[in-house]
């Protein structure tokens, strides 16, 4: 019997025109470009500023850029997932919506949220689909307006993220291409040092949440940027071990992009030259759900077929893991 596995067959993004620097930020906290640099590699980020748009503007865009690349008729997509920690509403699905206006007609959709590994997860759950011979094109999206849940008063997190959004097409392969294995945890014991506190069903919203600023993104960074860089690094070397992998063997690493420092830490112990690293920290920031989509979109024609690529994330929750991916195609 042939063996279908989920190759990533196509890829969009798309990132706001507005540009938050760091330069900006020196003047809105207490702060500096060479602090910020050397403490995360962040030069500058993108920002969603028109009114009344959200994070399913984002993923519609990225959306439609991979459908204009591919030619791909809408129609024939059978499921649109959203990845994302800043759905659109507290109820009705991000993906829904998403689905309905790039013309995805005859597929169903839900969003998924795992903090900053709800992509990684997402490409685990869009492959089962695929895996399963039931479905042949999964919609992936990845997509944060990150700028939602900021405090731009709060020096601490505010340098950090940005908004962005980056979409990948999953389909059936059978020259034993994509997804290849995956090393995915969580630990709720997390959950303090990284959250929105205030706006779901344990804190409903109330004048004394908007007051106290519990509707903002606060964590511990200290905490957890330590649990990031072992859990990051030991899901990798997880990965390789357990398919005999050597760092020879790895053509690039697409990390989650939170901190510089965290994305060397990794690739230090998978004993990886930082030349085979994918990187774009330095011009958007942490866009969360999207990083992962907006890396193979910046490094699409540099891909090669048969390429093994490790995904690797970290995010709130705790929530974190690596996925060994074969690459399946060349860039026409
Ligand atoms: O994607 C989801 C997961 N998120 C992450 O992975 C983020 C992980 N954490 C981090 O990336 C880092 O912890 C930060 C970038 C958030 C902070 O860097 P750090 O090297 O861990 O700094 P720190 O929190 O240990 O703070 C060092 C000093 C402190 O001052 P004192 O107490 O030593 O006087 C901070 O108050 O730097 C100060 N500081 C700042 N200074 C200038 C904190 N934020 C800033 C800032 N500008 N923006």
Redesign the pocket.
Known sequence: MIKITAAITAVGKYVPDHVLTNEMLEKM????DE??VS??GIKERRILKEPGKGTSFLAIKAAENLIAKTKLDPKNIELVIVATATQDMQAASTAAFVASQIGATEAFAFDLDS??SSFLYGMSAAARYIESGKYKKVLLIGADMCSSMIDYTD??TC??FGDGAGAVLFEPNTEGLGLQDEYLRTDGNGREF?KVAAGGSLSRPSIETVNNRQHFIR?E??T??KF?VSNMADASEKILKRNNLTNEDVTWLAP?Q??KR?IEATANRMNLDMNKVMMNIHKYG?T?SATLPLLISDYEDQLKKGDTIIFAA???GFSWGAIYLKWAYNQQ
Do not use: P, S
Not at 29 to 32: F, G, L
């Open positions: 906290v207490e702060t500096n602090w910020i403490r995360t903090a900053c020096r601490v340098i950090i990284l964590q960074g200290r957890v940027f990031a989650h939170a901190n965290i942490n969360t970290f995010g709130g």
